[in-house]
């Protein structure tokens, strides 16, 4: 018997040649591999190890940390989610905060709706920045509008200096919580992106994976009740390349004009002059807005419990 299972499977590698995995604490026992054609870039930023390469399948793919953030085939369905849902949930959103999202695809999304006046974005490394303008033109596209202002810092510290009261929407769009994003992932950063929102606005944090994760989601949950008296909400959505092959979001509303993220009531599917530049949805509409609350039993026990 033993020797049977000492025997080499075709099926079996000792490594991939020619092939990424990703590999991390976040998600022991398993590792998602994407064939590579081709190294496009390997830099060593302030912060992190950024890679940019082309996959057989996926289009070009960007890494951080070895961690896969975007991939050029599904990053639409990840940008337009955590972007659409609070957007389309509160009537004409005015000014919006992106805290990371260096690659510009929230920023492109964001730029879809046009009762948005102000754009803010603070990224804490220039190099993803860059490196999206010159590998992802699509998603980099975000930058051109002219609503966007740029802060490159560190998301943290810049919501200190926020007057209270300033925004209509926040969007988090975080890498994982090991690394320069763990604070965005920490109850006082929540308790500055609820003072930076006017009363009854909103606010979409990436929170994670059902599948992996439930323990980071429970804390996340358990601190948003404490600060969001509005409502506290987990949607989540598929995206190939993320690890289990989801990912979800917290969206949450502070106090004050009631914000039922369920039932979208500012449809963005209803005026299409904003595809003109940046093309159609792929991924978002108010179906799968909806939808995207429906949770798994054994995630609605554990969110609803906190
Ligand atoms: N938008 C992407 C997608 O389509 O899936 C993925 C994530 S985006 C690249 C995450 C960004 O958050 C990274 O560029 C990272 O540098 C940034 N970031 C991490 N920690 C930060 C912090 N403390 N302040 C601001 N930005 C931060």
């Not at 995995?21 to 081709?38: D, M």
């Not at 930023?45 to 057989?56: A, K, L, T, W």
């Not at 948003?224 to 690890?243: D, E, H, L």
């Not at 799968?288 to 026990?301: D, E, M």
Request: glycine residues 8%; hydrophobic residues 35%.
């Amino acid at each position: 018997e033993e020797a049977n299972n000492e025997k080499e499977s075709p099926y079996i590698s000792s490594i991939l040649p020619g092939w990424f995995s990703e590999i991390s604490p976040l998600w022991p026992g398993e590792a998602h591999s994407l064939k590579v054609e081709k190294i496009l870039f390997q830099g060593k930023s302030d912060y992190q190890n950024v890679m940019v390469f082309q996959s057989s399948t996926y289009g070009k793919v960007l890494i951080l940390d070895g961690v896969i953030q975007l991939t050029e085939r599904d990053e639409c369905a990840y940008q337009e989610m955590i972007t659409h849902l609070p957007l389309c949930s509160i009537p004409n959103p005015r000014k919006v905060l992106v805290i990371g999202g260096g690659d510009g695809g929230v920023l492109r999304e964001v730029s879809r709706h046009s009762s948005v006046e102000q754009i803010d974005i603070c990224e804490i490394d220039k190099m993803v920045i860059d490196v999206s303008k010159q590998f992802f033109p699509n998603v980099a596209i975000g930058y051109e509008d002219p609503r966007v202002k740029l802060h490159v810092g560190d998301g943290v510290a810049f919501l200190k200096n926020v007057p209270e009261g300033t925004y209509d929407a926040v969007i988090v769009d975080s890498s994982d919580p090991i690394g320069p994003a763990q604070e965005l992932f920490e109850k006082p950063f929540f308790e500055s992106v609820a003072r930076a929102l006017r009363p009854g606005g909103v606010v979409c944090t990436q929170a994670e994976s059902i599948w992996l994760h439930m323990h980071i989601i429970e804390d996340i949950v358990a601190n948003c009740r404490q600060i969001f008296k509005g409502s506290v909400n987990y949607a989540w959505t598929t995206v190939p390349t993320y690890p289990s092959g989801v990912i979800g979001f917290m969206a949450c509303s502070t106090e004050g004009p009631a914000v039922d993220f369920k039932n979208p009531i500012n449809p963005i599917d209803a005026d299409d002059s904003h595809t003109k530049t940046r093309g159609p949805l792929k991924f978002y509409n108010s179906e799968i807005h909806s939808a995207s609350f429906c949770l798994p039993s054994f995630a609605k026990r554990v969110i609803e419990s906190k």
